[in-house]
């Protein structure tokens, strides 16, 4: 067994504590659509009144999951906005969609938090050498999750850091883990994944070559159906438990 030099994380409900999200998502979604909506309108664009535009664009990116759950390659929330808009009928060629995605205004989810040792075990690892990488099942480009990353303190602490939007794979595809990996310079046996889903981040991290930790929080339930982590934990802190075990495996 090779010394462990690097460990990663999923994001949410990994990292980040969704128990106390009150909202659902859809509301959230409407409210920074709607953004975009006003703000091509005012630019002169002709669109489908909201509730249409609303409702085509809720049904694209289920058909978008729907596919890219069949062969975990990512969805893409930039190539789907850009695809969308353009079914809309707007031209390609007055397209800012950079402007577009800033005018989103992707936020933090009301109630969201880190759990309370997310920061301090960060540190901790930080502290003992340990390189820190992140991989997030979020179709958003990274520079959209950075903004929640940013506000929760978690940003600095990461040295790799990728979205399967970005990627163009999700978790459980062994490509993302492998690219973060190659991002951190470290090879699989050196690294471990920790994260909530074992049919996502489990059974990719066992697959490509990482050992597993699945992050097991109160407010959470999830069916192994099978997969195997090589350890279970139910707070961060507990990892650094495991890492100390590892460490003496090696010496
Ligand atoms: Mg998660």
């Given at each position: 067994?090779?010394?462990?030099?690097?460990?990663?994380?999923?994001?949410?409900?990994?990292?980040?504590?969704?128990?106390?999200?009150?909202?659902?998502?859809?509301?959230?979604?409407?409210?920074?659509?709607?953004?975009?909506?006003?703000?091509?309108?005012?630019?002169?664009?002709?669109?489908?009144?909201?509730?249409?535009?609303?409702?085509?664009?809720?049904?694209?990116?289920?058909?978008?999951?729907?596919?890219?759950?069949?062969?975990?390659?990512?969805?893409?929330?930039?190539?789907?906005?850009?695809?969308?808009?353009?079914?809309?009928?707007?031209?390609?060629?007055?397209?800012?969609?950079?402007?577009?995605?800033?005018?989103?205004?992707?936020q933090t989810v009301p109630g969201v938090e880190p759990?309370?040792?997310?920061?301090?075990?960060?540190?901790?690892?930080?502290?003992?050498?340990?390189?820190?990488?992140?991989?997030?099942?979020?179709?958003?480009?990274?520079?959209?999750?950075?903004?929640?990353?940013?506000?929760?303190?978690?940003?600095?602490?990461?040295?790799?850091?990728?979205?399967?939007?970005?990627?163009?794979?999700?978790?459980?595809?062994?490509?993302?883990?492998?690219?973060?990996?190659?991002?951190?310079?470290?090879?699989?046996e050196e690294a471990i994944f920790v994260g909530d889903?074992?049919?996502?981040?489990?059974?990719?991290?066992?697959?490509?070559?990482?050992?597993?930790?699945?992050?097991?929080?109160?407010?959470?339930?999830?069916?192994?159906?099978?997969?195997?982590?090589?350890?279970?934990?139910?707070?961060?802190?507990?990892?650094?438990?495991?890492?100390?075990?590892?460490?003496?495996?090696?010496?």
């Amino acid at each position: 067994m090779a010394r462990i030099s690097a460990v990663l994380f999923d994001l949410d409900d990994t990292l980040i504590d969704w128990s106390g999200v009150q909202v659902n998502m859809a509301e959230i979604e409407t409210r920074h659509l709607q953004n975009v909506h006003r703000f091509l309108t005012s630019q002169g664009h002709l669109l489908p009144p909201f509730a249409d535009f609303w409702g085509k664009f809720r049904e694209t990116l289920i058909y978008a999951w729907a596919e890219a759950k069949k062969d975990w390659s990512g969805v893409s929330f930039v190539k789907e906005m850009q695809t969308f808009l353009l079914d809309c009928g707007l031209d390609e060629a007055q397209l800012d969609l950079d402007t577009v995605l800033h005018v989103y205004d992707w936020q933090t989810v009301p109630g969201v938090e880190p759990f309370s040792d997310t920061l301090p075990v960060l540190e901790k690892l930080k502290t003992a050498g340990y390189k820190i990488g992140l991989i997030t099942n979020a179709m958003q480009p990274m520079w959209m999750r950075d903004i929640e990353l940013r506000a929760y303190g978690i940003l600095d602490y990461l040295d790799a850091r990728l979205t399967s939007g970005d990627v163009g794979f999700m978790k459980p595809h062994p490509f993302i883990y492998w690219r973060a990996l190659e991002l951190l310079d470290v090879q699989p046996e050196e690294a471990i994944f920790v994260g909530d889903r074992p049919a996502n981040d489990i059974a990719g991290a066992n697959e490509a070559g990482l050992t597993s930790v699945l992050m097991s929080p109160p407010h959470l339930n999830r069916e192994l159906n099978g997969v195997r982590p090589n350890f279970t934990i139910t707070t961060l802190t507990e990892l650094l438990t495991i890492l100390t075990q590892l460490e003496g495996n090696y010496g």
